[in-house]
């Protein structure tokens, strides 16, 4: 009797234990009304201090969440709370799921999967999530698990039903070991699927309430495989138990976090890095892809395979890789060349001699500033130094300890004891409120305390906020975000030209409205305009010819040499049916002219061409820039206007020449067989013919590429110089001699997932796909534009001085109609007048860009937009009447016009510019 007693009083106890556990808390924990005791518990009476349990070990605390007898004895039999679930919960789900809490047996987290069975039918001992981390740092604890199915995941979220957590769906990866010779290429195994969960233990609902922000449900990894809160990633504090959450200014991987402000020196553990779950701004950790591949877009792989970084690591002058390969291949490498020297030294190789320490390896040294190598050269480029000192303090945000600065400004702690401390020189004024408890978690955030701004509890000396002109909206921003290049106040005052200009290129178009300065003349369209960009440009964000009054003069001035020279072509041939009534000289004008005028319709062709892809691309032209400037079809139509602007030259010589040869060699000129004008046609053809199609021969790729299209780790632009791309592909190959064809091989084996996409040439230097007229003597094939150049030049002084003798000669004959003779000057000193106007000055600033002088870039647009084409426009006009007359026909519709009508002339109007011939008085 008296033992039945003893176990009443017993259960009376922990009935007691277990109201009063209730009535001290907030949790959603409820009540057990039917707890199951195991019947070997045995327990002494309760007193202040709770009930006494034997222990096999001794006498330990029934209930008080301590493993007193360290087999979890003690606690085994004690109401749920935030250290345990429901047995029902997890041998039957469906009792989870009625909306009404599970009543019965709980079991504790540390006694799950322990071989020893707490609930009915084992289930606790059947539980499929692992416990796999455990954070006690803030008062709201949480524990992460790891779920292998969805089914194990379920059954975890049901078992919680009285708890607030997240689960994330993971595909995890596992890296494998690749080649040094195939560096970039890693590839990734799917070695997984699984869900991580973090649950929010809380003892006191309202406090975790609080603190309800998102990277509190998140986590990381650490480099161990243990899981811990996100919250607690770089605070000073360790929570891993290989410290790998507190890596700062060291080798590795650097972003900015979701949710928490922390130092761009903290570094990720590698562990998170290879599963689909992201924990930095904009998924930067996604560093594997659906393939099992780099993601290249993100990631970069150290050379040496021991490290993955971002790729905005690469090339920022810290030293992020052991092996210094983020930085040895950039275009400045500063950063790479100044820790070399400490390789210059007697140690084996990947070794460097330390003061006090000898040869250690490069890995063990570099950023550890216990070390001195090659005068401290070690850690001088491994981030940048902390300034102002930190203090440790529970987060606004959060309810971890967070690392705050000192006296920045920018109260961090919950108690503002960053900013209201001792040590501050300039001390806000909300310190006042905080010494009394009565701050509002509003201060120094931006936003007002209520819809009355007048009233709002936002303080004027927030030190590191700028205050915006107009308060209909945000007040204040963050002084970094001041002339950053993005409007955060909704007026704008944050990004005024006249507190930003020289931080900020304010933008033409006006579209964005700034950019950071060291973005103008990068190579990179960053303006919608692309006036950010020094360079010849035709084009902006989205048209290939920006300017309207450019674009539409193509289309006119393509058609209109369309038609003329097309009207011209046909008229010619059809006069040149009448042989009987032309004359020798007649014909070979007339074949001369044709041949003119195929020339002049082919730059229509290359006019339309370009008009006709300029509105293809219209809206998204930036997009297709380069693949239009390194395609076949650009080097097509580059090569058709670049041939027609030759043999429009040299046609036009040949006109002069046969002039000069009829005036001076009228016999000679009569008895002319045209075999020879067709011989020297064709001559005149291969010539071109060579002169446009050599620059895009596969024999002369090393002389005439200009750069590569080729986006990679170590430039921001997409275009690289040819300079550049040689000297990575050395840098990589350890080759001291490449031309191009071998680096385009190296290069592409070196980084798959960056492949080479195009070449630019000679026609793709400009977005036209005409080259670079003006170039300097150190530019890509400036010989060869030299050497193009001064044929034209020797072409139109040959026209010129030939046009000044036929003037001359004409003044001396005797001729039956002068009229004929006054027609055939004017149109000569149009021609000359012409020729002058459009083709010397090219040359003339060809040569003065040649040898040094800097030429503004509307001079290209000048030569390639007007002068070159005009040329094709008005020369049917000029060299024939054949198109005047048909206008004139088909304008008035005098006659009935039959297909070939308007190319007929009245017997009075000569097409040919007939060449006066001395009146012969005897011939011997």
């Known amino acids: 009797m008296k033992g039945f007693f003893t176990a009443v ?35 002494e009476g309760c007193g202040e201090g709770g009930c006494q349990f034997n222990c096999s070990n001794g006498i330990g605390i029934l209930c008080d969440d301590i493993n007193d007898c360290g087999d979890w004895e003690d606690e085994r039999a004690c109401p749920c709370n935030r250290y345990s679930i429901y047995c029902r919960c997890l041998y039957n789900q469906q009792d989870c799921t009625s909306g009404v809490l599970p009543i019965g ?41 790891k ?8 059954q975890l979220v049901l078992a919680h039903s009285n708890h607030r957590l997240k689960c994330h769906e993971i595909v995890g990866h596992s890296p494998h070991t690749r080649s040094d010779d195939n560096w970039g290429v890693s590839g990734y195994q799917v070695s ?21 922000a998102p990277q509190n449900f998140d986590f990381f990894q650490c480099e161990n495989g243990e899981y811990i809160s996100l919250a607690a990633l770089c605070n000073g504090i360790a929570a891993c138990s290989d410290e790998s959450d507190e890596m700062r200014n060291v080798p590795g991987f650097k972003c900015e976090l979701k949710g928490i402000k922390r130092p761009m020196s903290c570094v990720l553990p590698q562990t998170n890095l290879y599963d689909s779950h992201s924990i930095c701004e904009h998924d930067a950790d996604i560093c594997v892809d659906d393939d099992g591949k780099l993601n290249t877009k993100n990631c970069f792989q150290c050379f040496d395979n021991l490290l993955v970084i971002s790729v905005s690591q690469v090339c920022d002058g810290i030293v992020d890789c052991y092996d210094l390969s983020d930085e040895c291949l950039c275009e400045s490498s500063t950063a790479c060349d ?61 309810a971890h300890i967070v690392q705050a600065t000192k006296c920045d400004g920018r109260p961090e702690c919950e108690d503002f004891s960053d900013e209201c401390n001792s040590d501050c020189y300039n001390r806000p004024s909300y310190c006042d409120c905080a010494e009394q408890q009565q701050c509002s978690s509003e201060y120094c955030t931006g936003w007002p305390a209520s819809s009355d701004v007048s009233t709002s509890e936002m303080p004027q000396n927030c030190l590191a906020r700028f205050y915006c002109a107009a308060n209909n909206g945000m007040i204040s921003i963050d002084i970094d975000k001041m002339c950053d290049g993005r409007e955060d106040c909704v007026d704008g005052s944050d990004e005024s030209l006249e507190m930003c200009k020289n931080r900020l290129y304010f933008c033409q178009s006006g579209f964005p409205k700034a950019i950071k300065i060291e973005l103008v003349d990068d190579g990179v369209l960053d303006c919608d305009d692309g006036s950010d960009e020094n360079d010849i440009r035709f084009s902006d964000r989205r048209t290939l010819i920006a300017n309207p009054v450019l674009r539409t003069s193509f289309w006119v001035m393509g058609t209109m040499s369309f038609m003329g020279n097309l009207i011209v072509m046909l008229g010619t041939i059809a006069e040149l049916k009448n042989v009987d009534e032309v004359s020798n000289m007649g014909k070979i004008q007339k074949h001369l002219l044709i041949n003119l005028s195929f020339s002049d319709f082919l730059m229509s062709i290359y006019l339309l061409a370009v008009s006709f892809k300029s509105f293809v691309s219209t809206g998204f032209y930036t997009e297709c820039e380069y693949k239009w400037r390194t395609s076949k079809e650009c080097t097509i139509v580059g090569t058709i206007a670049w041939v027609s602007m030759q043999s429009s030259a040299n046609t036009l010589a040949l006109l002069t020449f046969y002039r000069l040869l009829g005036l001076y060699k009228p016999f000679v000129a009569a008895r002319l067989s045209l075999k020879w004008v067709a011989l020297s046609i064709t001559n005149s053809w291969m010539i071109c013919l060579g002169m446009g199609l050599a620059p895009s021969a596969p024999w002369f790729i090393d002389y005439f590429t200009g750069g590569f299209w080729y986006p990679n780790f170590f430039t921001r632009a997409s275009k690289v110089s040819k300079a550049y791309f040689l000297k990575l592909a050395r ?19 070196a980084f798959p997932g960056k492949p080479i996409k195009g070449v630019i040439g000679y026609y793709g230097g400009t977005c036209i796909c005409l080259p670079h007229v003006f170039v300097a003597q150190t530019e890509t094939a400036a010989g060869y534009t030299m ?24 003044k001396n004959v005797q001729s039956t109609n002068c009229d004929e003779i006054n027609n055939m000057q004017v149109r000569v000193l149009r021609l000359i007048f012409a020729d002058f106007l459009t083709r010397m000055p090219v040359c003339l600033l060809f040569y003065l860009r040649y040898y040094g002088m800097h030429l503004n870039k509307t001079m290209y647009i000048i030569f390639a937009g007007i002068l070159l084409p ?8 000029l060299y024939t009447r054949a198109l005047r007359v048909a206008c004139v026909r088909i304008w008035s519709h005098k006659s009935k016009i039959s297909p070939l009508s308007i190319f007929k002339e009245s017997p009075t109007t000569n097409d040919s510019i007939q060449v006066p011939v001395p009146k012969i008085k005897h011939i011997a």
């Open 9 to 43: 009083i017993v259960v009376l106890s922990i009935s007691s234990l277990n109201q009063n556990f209730i009535a001290s808390t907030t949790s959603t924990c409820l009540n057990n009304t039917s707890l199951q005791i195991r019947t070997e518990l045995s327990t």
């Open 105 to 145: 047996p709980c079991v504790k987290w540390p006694l799950l999967n322990d071989g020893v069975a707490d609930c009915e039918n084992s289930g606790d001992e059947n539980l499929g999530c692992d416990l796999v981390g455990e954070d006690t740092e803030s008062v709201c604890i949480k524990r992460v698990f």
């Open 147 to 154: 779920c292998s199915s969805h089914a194990d995941k379920r």
């Open 192 to 212: 997984s699927e699984y869900w991580i969960c973090v649950v929010n233990y809380c003892s006191d609902i309202n406090e975790c309430d609080r603190y309800n």
């Open 338 to 398: 100044s820790v070399k020297q400490m390789y210059n030294n007697s140690c084996a190789s990947n070794n460097v001699k330390c003061k006090e320490h000898g040869c250690l390896p490069i890995d063990t040294v570099l950023c550890e500033d216990d070390y001195d190598c090659g005068n401290q050269v070690n850690f001088k480029y491994c981030g940048a130094p902390v300034l102002k000192p930190l203090i440790q303090c529970k987060g606004q945000a959060s």
């Open 731 to 749: 840098d990589v190959s350890f080759k001291t001699d490449i031309m191009v064809p071998e680096a385009i091989q190296i290069l592409d084996g």
């Open 787 to 810: 050497f193009v150049i001064s044929y034209n030049f020797i072409i139109f002084i040959f026209i010129g001085v030939g046009y000044m003798f036929i003037i001359n000669a004409a």
């Open 870 to 877: 005009i040329n094709a426009v008005f020369n049917p006009f």
